[in-house]
């Protein structure tokens, strides 16, 4: 694992990290749509890489600016059920459904929040916190979004 996540950066370097991460998010969610055949499981990973490019351009606006809107906004993490240790992890294929395809977007907000939880960790303290602390607030909200949604249309007991 690597230590990144241990030291706080300016405002401008940990922005562009996180830019960098949506943008990664979104290339895997736009591979996973060219591989898979399914209908469900297309439209699951679109709304997904279309919340990535909504962060991203937050995040560039933020850059831009020089600070991140809606300082009011959501900082709290949302607790989630966590299914990303219990769905087995694995690569798209073009006979994947809306169930691995749910499953496939559950483990990269996973990454995301790791990733987000690490820098907020390493800027503990300082006001980068809160910006890494907002980003991780909304990663958790699209985490629970496809985690009840995978509860809904997959869970046995619906």
Not at 46 to 52: N, S
Not at 87 to 116: M, N, Q, T, V
Request: net charge negative.
């Amino acid at each position: 694992m690597s230590e990144q996540g241990a030291v706080c950066y300016t405002f401008e370097a940990a922005v562009e990290m996180a830019i960098t991460m949506e943008e990664e998010g979104f290339r895997h969610y736009l591979d996973a749509i060219r591989r898979v055949k399914n209908k469900g499981a297309k439209q699951i990973l679109k709304e997904a890489a279309l919340d990535e490019l909504e962060h991203k351009l937050s995040l560039e606006k933020a850059l831009l600016e020089g600070q991140m809107e809606g300082a009011g906004s959501m900082e709290r993490q949302i607790p989630t059920m966590n299914l990303g240790y219990v769905l087995a992890k694995k690569e798209l294929s073009p006979e994947s459904d809306a169930r691995e395809a749910l499953a496939y977007a559950i483990h990269l907000e996973k990454g995301a929040i790791d990733f987000y939880q690490r820098m907020a960790q390493g800027c503990a303290g300082a006001p980068m916190a809160k910006l890494f602390d907002r980003l991780l607030a909304d990663e958790t909200k699209h985490l629970q979004q496809l985690e009840d949604m995978y509860e809904q249309h997959f869970m046995t007991e619906n």
